[in-house]
């Protein structure tokens, strides 16, 4: 069965960063593309930024260019997102997705083969 769960949320001040986790389970995940988006209290949810299989990246998101990235650590079947800088637009349920189709910054159940429950990031002061 093909799981990720999300981790690293919490809150944190404007200027700071985060490091989120996506831990995958049930299959290898340098196989797969993962896409990482995020949904804000009323808001659809966002494409924020995506990873190929070969490591090439795709930051669908204007407002996060420059302060969040993503990285894979094969050894531990994980996904990280970076974030720095965040600001308090940034706020919203963060969530990994996993797939065999490529990018895309939609949010479609018919693309992504598997989502991750999310985790909540709150930029305050």
């Known amino acids: 069965q093909l799981q990720l769960v999300e981790s690293g949320g919490g809150l944190v001040q404007p200027g700071g960063s985060l490091r989120l986790s996506c831990a995958a389970s049930?299959?290898?995940?340098?196989?797969?593309?993962i896409g990482w988006f995020r949904q804000a209290p009323g808001k659809e949810r966002e494409g924020v930024s995506c990873?190929?299989?070969?490591?090439?990246?795709?930051t669908y998101a204007e407002s996060v260019k420059g302060r969040f990235t993503i990285s894979r650590y094969n050894a531990k079947n994980t996904e990280y997102h970076e974030m720095n800088s965040l600001q308090p637009g940034d706020t919203a349920i963060y969530y990994c997705?996993?797939?065999?189709?490529?990018?895309?910054?939609?949010?479609?159940?018919?693309?992504?083969?598997?989502w991750g429950q999310g985790t909540q990031v709150t930029v305050s002061s």
């Open positions: 997705a996993a797939g065999t189709k490529g990018c895309t910054n939609a949010a479609s159940s018919t693309w992504w083969r598997t």
């Open positions: 049930g299959f290898k995940l340098d196989y797969y593309v």
């Open positions: 990873i190929r299989p070969g490591g090439s990246r795709l």
